[in-house]
Nanobody, 121 residues
């Protein structure tokens, strides 16, 4: 079994910062990509940022220059540093990983349970 456990969400004022963390654990062989998606009320889940082995990062346009994704391969952990937060960043943030499961013997997508980020004054 593979688990992704997130932490770091909460309430912050506009212009503030938050740092999300997500640790993958369980029967993991190797991780190709880790990152973050988000889903606001009434909207579809969207990609926020991903970090792929080899140092390739990808961001949705609305967070470029404000959010930074990074990965600690030794800890199987991905981070999302969110600065200059705006009310429109309010959403449930989900950790994502594309990894090889030793149990399933295949690469599969895994998701965390989600953490709420609310940007409001």
């Amino acid at each position: 079994q593979v688990q992704l456990v997130e932490s770091g969400g909460g309430l912050v004022q506009p212009g503030g910062s938050l740092r999300l963390s997500c640790a993958a654990s369980g029967s993991i062989g190797s991780i190709k990509t880790m990152g973050w998606y988000r889903q606001a009320p009434g909207k579809q889940r969207e990609l926020v940022a991903t970090d792929t082995n080899g140092g390739s990062t990808k961001y949705t346009n609305s967070v470029k220059g404000r959010f930074t994704v990074s990965k600690d391969n030794a800890k199987n952990t991905v981070y999302l540093q969110m600065d200059s937060l705006k009310p429109e960043d309010t959403a449930v943030y989900y950790c994502y990983a594309l990894l090889w499961s030793r149990t399933a013997m295949t690469y599969s997508n895994y998701w965390g349970q989600g953490t709420q980020v609310t940007v409001s004054s």
